[in-house]
């Protein structure tokens, strides 16, 4: 199982990124997708999810109206489009496969994370 995730960086308050996570080594539709994040002195949190068979999603109420998930199941792939960035956004972001949904915030299999730092 690979679960691979890029798009990190620095960037200043009120930007955006977009993360891609590829997937690889199980079935893509029988999981959900998605993202928690662990900030340096902060608990675990989850930030979204995506079930692939119907595209349901989730959202921690930190990120909704700002944090956008999709899914191209072609290519195994979920992208997590972070706008209106905040300096409390900045953490390690890693990228999960979930066999519940709603998603806990441990996947069954996660990746190595993408550090995103947000600058006030």
């Known amino acids: 199982v690979q679960l691979q995730a890029s798009g990190g960086g620095l960037v200043q308050a009120g930007g955006s990124l977009r993360l891609s996570c590829a997937a690889s080594g199980f079935t893509f539709a029988d999981y959900a997708i998605g993202w928690f994040r662990q900030a340096p002195g902060k608990e675990r949190e989850g930030v979204s999810c995506i079930r692939s068979s119907d595209g349901s999603t989730y959202y921690a109420d930190s990120v909704k109206g700002r944090f956008t998930i999709s899914s191209d199941n072609a290519k195994n792939t979920v992208y997590l489009q972070m706008n209106s960035l905040k300096p409390e956004d900045t953490a390690v972001y890693y990228c999960?496969?979930?066999?519940?949904?709603?998603?806990?915030?441990?996947?069954?299999?996660w990746g190595k994370g993408t550090q995103v730092t947000v600058s006030s």
């Open positions: 999960a496969a979930y066999s519940d949904y709603p998603c806990p915030i441990l996947g069954d299999y």
